[in-house]
Structures are given as structure tokens and as C-alpha cells.
């Protein structure tokens, strides 16, 4: 028993020692303080706070840890240079994080300014964040779910629970409310006139009426129960076009 419990022991002390820790890519690879950076690699620990990540020496807050991948938070006082993971008595040195000025963050304009809930919005200003977690959008308190993002465009779905009142975007340690955004009670579509009235698969055919969404994928509409594409919407016409079957 005793041989056998040494060498059990002997094995694993083998196993931890091949073990490597490594870096092997950071996303995104700069951004300003508050940025949520995704650190991929192997030898990570599964406790949050067994890991210690730095951006250029300064000590990150990290949010999220499995083997192979970190989430840590671009720290207020860092500065371009290597990031660096220890744990368990072992260190390495990643690629360099580029740390930038942050930009203003301001909104601009709101696409459209009322409308139903469950509608997609454009928003359109700077210091968006490019990743769509990291943009937290709110319609007068509720928050809305971002379906995409650039530095200067954001497009979002306005809550269930949302009430007419402004409409504000946090990124990191920032908060910006722009104009009001009125919520509307969703009207039931009118059809009163399609053009033409017969044709073949593929052919586009306008619809007339009322009630429609000016976003095209917004609107379902069916041939016989055959999904067709709506290929361009206003709130009273929509253009589609014929599908199989």
C-alpha cells in the first residue's frame, strides 16, 4: 500500500510538472480602461481568484475562469504593455494589450423615436463599444437586449417592459441618456391590396396597408403558409418576394 501510494504520488507530482501555463490570444487585443478582454489559453485555474492577471503590471479584476480562458477588466491605471497570468506559483507573459483613449460617448440620434415594444432601434452616436456585451442599453430604466454594435451604431430590441422616457447606454465607467424614445400600443396589421395578384415563384409582389414595420425582418409574411422574404418595408408597403411551395 505504501509502495503503491508513492507512486501514485510520484505520478501526479509528473503530471502537474507537464502541465504548461500559456497565452495564446487576447480579445480584443486594445481598447480603454473598463474593457472586458478574453484571455485564451491553458493552465488556467477554474477559481476565479486563484488566477491574477496584469496589463503591464497593474492588477486586473477578473470576472470569469475556466482552464482555458479568462475575462478579466482592463484596469483604470493601466498602460500599453505585456499581460501577464500567474497561478499556482507559475507566471506568463501574453501578447501586448494596446490601451487607448476612450472616446466620448454620446447619442446622437434614435431610429426610429417610438414605436412598440419588441421593435428593433438604431442608435447612432460614438464611444460604443464593439462588443455587444459590454454596451448595456436602457428604455427609461428597462434594459434592452443588443443585437449589434460598432463604435458609432447600435441596434437593440426595445423591452417588453419598457415605458416612453429616455434612453441611455453604459459603457464601462460611463453613462450617457439621450432623447425620449415613446412607447406606442402595437396595432394589428391592415392588408388592402396586393400587386400584383398572381405570378411565379420569385416574383415580387407589393402589399398595401397599415401597421407594418419599417424593419423588414420585423415582418413575417406568408404565401399558403410558405414564409416569403420581405425584401423592403415601410410602415404602410411591403415589398416580398414569392416563395417555393
Not at 143 to 155: D, G, R
Not at 158 to 165: D, H, I, K
Amino acid at each position: 500500500m505504501i509502495i503503491a501510494m508513492a507512486l501514485w504520488d510520484h505520478c501526479s507530482k509528473d503530471h502537474e510538472a507537464i502541465t504548461p501555463l500559456s497565452i495564446a490570444s487576447l480579445s480584443p487585443t486594445q481598447g480603454p480602461a473598463g474593457t472586458m478582454v478574453t484571455i485564451t489559453g491553458i493552465g488556467f485555474s477554474t477559481t476565479t481568484t486563484a488566477n491574477t492577471v496584469t496589463f503591464n503590471g497593474v492588477p486586473a479584476t477578473i470576472t470569469l475562469a475556466t482552464g482555458n480562458q479568462l475575462i478579466a477588466t482592463v484596469p483604470a491605471s493601466a498602460t500599453t504593455g505585456v499581460v501577464k497570468v500567474s497561478t499556482g506559483g507559475k507566471e506568463v507573459a501574453g501578447p501586448v494589450f494596446m490601451v487607448t483613449q476612450s472616446s466620448s460617448l454620446t447619442i446622437t440620434s434614435i431610429n426610429p423615436a417610438s414605436g412598440p415594444t419588441g421593435i428593433d432601434v438604431t442608435l447612432t452616436g460614438t464611444g460604443f463599444s464593439t462588443t455587444v456585451a459590454q454596451n448595456i442599453v436602457k428604455f427609461n430604466g428597462a434594459t434592452a437586449v443588443v443585437k449589434s454594435a460598432t463604435a458609432t451604431q447600435l441596434v437593440v430590441t426595445v423591452p417588453a417592459n419598457a415605458t416612453t422616457g429616455t434612453v441611455s447606454v453604459q459603457v464601462a465607467d460611463k453613462t450617457v441618456t439621450g432623447s425620449m424614445f415613446t412607447v406606442v400600443a402595437a396595432t394589428a396589421p391592415t392588408l388592402s391590396s396586393i400587386a400584383p395578384t398572381s405570378g411565379k415563384v420569385g416574383s415580387t409582389v407589393t402589399l398595401s396597408g397599415t401597421g407594418f414595420s419599417t424593419t423588414s425582418s420585423q415582418n413575417t409574411v406568408k404565401f399558403n403558409g410558405t414564409t416569403a422574404t420581405v425584401t423592403n418595408a415601410t410602415a404602410t408597403s411591403l415589398t416580398v418576394t414569392v416563395p417555393t411551395g
